[in-house]
Nanobody
Framework: QVQLVESGGGLVQPGGSLRLSCAASGTFFSINAMDWYRQAPGKQRERVAI???????VYAEAVKGRFTASRDNAKNTVYLQMNSLKPEDSAVYYCYAVVRLSSANMTHYGYWGQGTQVTVSS
């Protein structure tokens, strides 16, 4: 019912920038939140940026001051601008959305995108 598609990943040199996008599509009533996570090989998935419907976000300490999340509600899309990238930022980046499917039902459901690979290497 809800699909999340991330894009924008790739290979970048240390100090470089990338902008990730995550677009939600399908049939739903509203999106409560859209967040960014990442998972590096052999590590647990971790939060990167937790967004809110007002457009703000709370960031993991490791990315504060370098990453900026933004949201376009009209397009049901969130972005993650990543600057001053470091090798330790290399991971698969996922977006996660909390969605209300129907106006008649207050239940919210969580959905994950398929992920996009970010590799920071010289």
């Amino acid at each position: 019912q809800v699909q999340l598609v991330e894009s924008g990943g790739g290979l970048v040199q240390p100090g470089g920038s990338l902008r990730l996008s995550c677009a939600a599509s399908g049939t739903f009533f509203s999106i409560n939140a859209m967040d960014w996570y990442r998972q590096a090989p052999g590590k647990q998935r971790e939060r990167v940026a937790i967004g809110n419907s007002g457009g703000g976000a709370v960031y993991a300490e490791a990315v504060k001051g370098r990453f900026t999340a933004s949201r376009d509600n009209a397009k049901n899309t969130v972005y993650l601008q990543m600057n001053s990238l470091k090798p330790e930022d290399s991971a698969v980046y996922y977006c996660y959305a909390v969605v209300r499917l129907s106006s008649a039902n207050m239940t919210h459901y969580g959905y994950w995108g398929q992920g996009t690979q970010v590799t920071v290497s010289s």
